[in-house]
């Protein structure tokens, strides 16, 4: 099956510095890809959804100074926290949808950042 | 969006099947049913998808009720590796931005 992964799995760092967590397909291309925050207990709340060569378009409530989002390849896109706090601190997740008539989303693995 | 409702947990025996229901009463008639399981600290895994008719594929069956207002995925012969947050999701469509907007899901217990 196709397979997604994030990089890194797990990531400290301190208030006030930037992180950018990898999303990349492996074996496939992905015309879009999605980007979800998960908090402890809580189901998934999408943030934004990208798609190769265009902005992507944010949630309501999502900032998109705060959470930078590039996807510049079919098998790549980046989510950049900056000026992270420790509210910030969840599970990041991002899906992928492959191009074609595939009707599933691929889910990486996930990112759990602690900022400190 | 419609929204979905399902029993916050449920248990089952090992090697017994399960049966998970999900209401969906605002559901529209383009709106798909989805539903995917999260096992703890991981991404999301796809299970199954519907319109109209049941489906079944190699990880369980979906069974919707013919008004389409609730749905139940049917896992076969539960295992202990199916223990996990199940979640049914409608989606608006299935072009290539269709969005899965999430609820609470189901937690499914395996008792062994």
């Known amino acids: 099956g196709a397979v997604v992964s994030q990089h890194p799995s797990w990531v400290i760092c301190k208030s006030g510095t930037s992180v950018k967590i990898e999303c990349r397909s492996l074996?496939?291309?992905?015309?879009?890809m999605f980007w979800y925050r998960q908090f402890p207990k809580q189901s998934l709340m999408l943030m934004a959804t990208?798609?190769?060569?265009?902005?992507?378009?944010?949630e309501q409530g999502v900032e998109k100074d705060k959470f930078l989002i590039n996807h510049a390849s079919l098998t790549l896109s980046t989510l950049t926290v900056t000026s992270a706090h420790p509210e910030d601190s969840s599970f990041y997740i991002c899906?992928?949808?492959?191009?074609?008539?595939?009707?599933?989303?691929?889910f990486g693995p996930g990112t759990r950042l602690t900022v400190t | 969006d419609a929204k979905t409702t399902q029993p916050n947990s449920m248990e089952s025996n090992e090697e017994e099947p399960v049966h998970l229901p999900c209401n969906h009463s605002?559901?529209?008639?383009?709106?798909?049913i989805h539903w995917y399981r999260q096992l703890p600290s991981q991404g999301p895994e796809y299970v199954i998808h519907?319109?109209?008719?049941?489906v079944n594929n190699r990880m369980a069956s979906l069974a919707i009720a013919e008004d389409r207002k609730s749905s139940t995925l049917i896992l076969h012969r539960a295992t202990l590796r199916d223990a996990a947050v199940y979640y049914c999701?409608?989606?608006?469509?299935?072009?290539?931005?269709?969005?899965?907007?999430w609820g609470a899901g189901t937690k499914l217990i395996i008792k062994p």
């Open positions: 899906s992928a949808r492959a191009s074609g008539i595939s009707y599933e989303q691929y």
């Open positions: 074996d496939f291309q992905a015309t879009t």
């Open positions: 990208s798609n190769e060569g265009s902005k992507a378009t944010y």
């Open positions: 605002t559901i529209s008639g383009t709106d798909y």
């Open positions: 519907g319109l109209t008719s049941n």
């Open positions: 999701i409608l989606s608006l469509s299935l072009d290539s931005n269709y969005q899965l907007i």
